[in-house]
Each structure stands twice: as C-alpha cells, then as structure tokens.
C-alpha cells in the first residue's frame, strides 16, 4: 500500500468538491450508444472519422504522465482489481474517452470493434427527475425515490441478463419433464410434504415450455449505454487529473481536492454537472481509495474507511 502524508504548505488550503449528480448530468447532456450495432475490423477511423462506438485497440500511454486516465483490469491473487497503468497493452474502451485521452499524449491502433449510432435520450428523463428534487426536501419521500431513479438508472442498462426464475410443480410427471430439461439450470429446489416441489432456475429461451412455465421476462439491458455513461463520468474528472493550474491531492469517482479555486463557472450546489465546495482543509492522509483522515480549516475531523460503519478513536501521529 502507498501511503500518502499531506502537510499542506503555510497559506495553502486544499479544497475539496463535489460533482453534483455526476452521472445523471452525463446522462443528460452526452451522447449515448444507439441502434443496431456495425462491427467492423481495422481502423474505422481511416474511413469514417467521426465513428462512435466500442473500439479494442492497442493503447500507448505516454510515460511521463502524472496521473494516468485510461483503466484496465488485472487479475491478481486478491481476485479483479481496476488499475490506470502506463506502457502498452489492448483493451476497448469508448471512442469518447479515448479521444479524450488523446489530449493527454496517448496514442491509439483501432484492431477492431462496434460502431453504433449516437443520440442524447436522457434529457427530459434527468430534467423532469431533478426538477422533482428541487421541489421537495432532503426529507421527503418523493426526493429520495426522485434521487434513486436518477442514480439507479445507468446501472440497471448494465445488469447482467441472466435472472432466475421460480416455479412450484405438482405433479411428478411435470417434475421428470422439468428436470430433463433444466437439471443444469436448477439452483435450489424444495420438496413440500404436499407431493409439489419448489424450484428456483436460470430460465433459457430456446429450452423453456411456455405452456408448463409461462413467458420468460425481458429486462431491457444495454450494457453500450451503461458503458458510455461510466465512460462520459470518468471524461469528466479528468479534468482534475493532469491539469497544469492546480495540484491534485485525491479524487473520486466524483470527487477531487486541489490547491486552487475552481473557476466560477464550473461552480454551483444546483446545477447539474457543476462542482460544490464540500471543505476547506489544513490537513490530510490519504492511505487508498475511499480511506482518508481530513482536518479542515475550522479544526473539525472527517475520516473515511471503505467498509467501516461504526466510529473509532483515531490517532494522530
């Protein structure tokens, strides 16, 4: 683990802000991934130059990058984890992030991908959701449902398809014909003492009996829009990661502190997209994402451990 120690420096403040509904505004105001996607081999890009969509390509990340922008995952002993690295290697990835990352000296070989159709769907839904907060308080019921639906929205696009489905069969002559079927799909199964049998299942479309089971559901996933979304997020902070007019002490998925004053206009507690000041610090350690001490100007203690719910002492050493 890297553990970084801030003393801030005698007349600088670090200030730390937030992204306010960082996806619901990505949503709103960008593109989204639509229609039929066009797979397509070699570099798109050679005869369509504005082509949006999913692109695997060979990544070069410039070396001398402070703060790399472009994730991949690794596996390691611990299991999957998420990393920026610098040097080479092949993922997909966004054609809007990666021509984001273009900006910061990275360069691209597009191998192959999906073309789709680009086209903002989002915005009354966002518009009409957030004028439902501004309505209402903190409080209040119909905030909070307003707030889930514009923060559960995109995560739902990327759910995997693969829910399972319960049935109670009575007789065994259906049990035999269900269990030839789907013996690879059964999850659990509970024999009541009435001769019926409860069984939980991954229903598949091209095996199951619509006269004995019913209809499968359709979930309407479309795991282009919920990558767009992440992709258009993580655009969005980049702006803190490398940028020459301030120093970046920690950021979050939407979260940043730095040791200037954003400009005015990228600043309001209202506006969607728009940065509010959340504190003003003298002091910080941050040990890892999600896991900082903060002592702000006015002396108060703000500490975060990811998967720590109850308070501790701390120890200032």
């Known amino acids: 683990m890297i ?38 081999k070699g570099d798109i890009r050679l005869i369509d130059a504005n082509a949006f969509g999913f692109f695997y390509c060979e990544i070069i990340a410039p070396n001398n ?51 789709f159709e680009r086209k903002i769907i989002f915005k009354s839904y966002v518009d009409n959701l957030y004028s439902l907060r501004q309505q209402f308080p903190k409080t209040n019921p119909l905030n909070y449902i307003a707030k889930l639906l514009l923060n559960s929205l995109y995560g739902r696009f990327g759910m995997e398809d693969s829910f399972s489905d319960n049935i109670i069969i009575n007789d065994l002559k259906t049990l035999k014909e269900f269990m030839k079927n789907h013996s690879d799909d059964i999850i659990n199964m509970i024999d009541f003492n009435n001769n019926q049998t409860f069984i939980q299942y991954r229903p598949k479309s091209k095996d199951v009996n619509t ?58 507690s209202t506006i969607l997209g728009k940065l509010k000041l959340e504190n003003v610090l003298n002091k910080a350690i941050f040990l890892a994402p999600k896991v900082y001490y903060l002592e702000t100007i006015d002396s108060k203690d703000i500490y975060k451990v990811k998967g720590l719910k109850h308070k501790v002492e701390l120890t200032k050493t």
């Not at 994730?71 to 990835?93: C, F, N, S, Y």
């Open 3 to 40: 553990c970084i120690f801030l003393i801030i420096k005698k007349g600088v403040k670090v200030k730390g802000s937030d992204v306010n509904s960082l996806y619901p505004s990505r949503m709103r105001d960008c593109d989204m991934a639509v229609g039929n996607p066009i797979f397509f």
């Open 65 to 115: 990058i402070k703060h790399p922008i472009i994730q991949t995952h690794v596996k390691t002993h611990g299991g999957i984890r998420t990393i920026a690295p610098i040097g080479i290697w092949e993922d997909m990835l966004f054609s809007a992030e990666m021509d984001n990352a273009k900006k910061y000296g990275y360069q691209f070989k597009i191998l192959w991908g999906y073309k």
């Open 211 to 268: 006269e004995l089971y019913g209809t499968l559901e359709t979930h309407n996933t479309n795991v282009a829009i919920a990558s767009a979304i992440t992709a258009y997020a993580r655009i969005h902070m980049s702006y803190f990661k490398n940028n020459p007019n301030f120093n970046l002490y920690y950021s979050d998925t939407d979260s940043a502190y730095i040791d200037r004053p954003l400009p005015k206009d990228m600043v309001s």
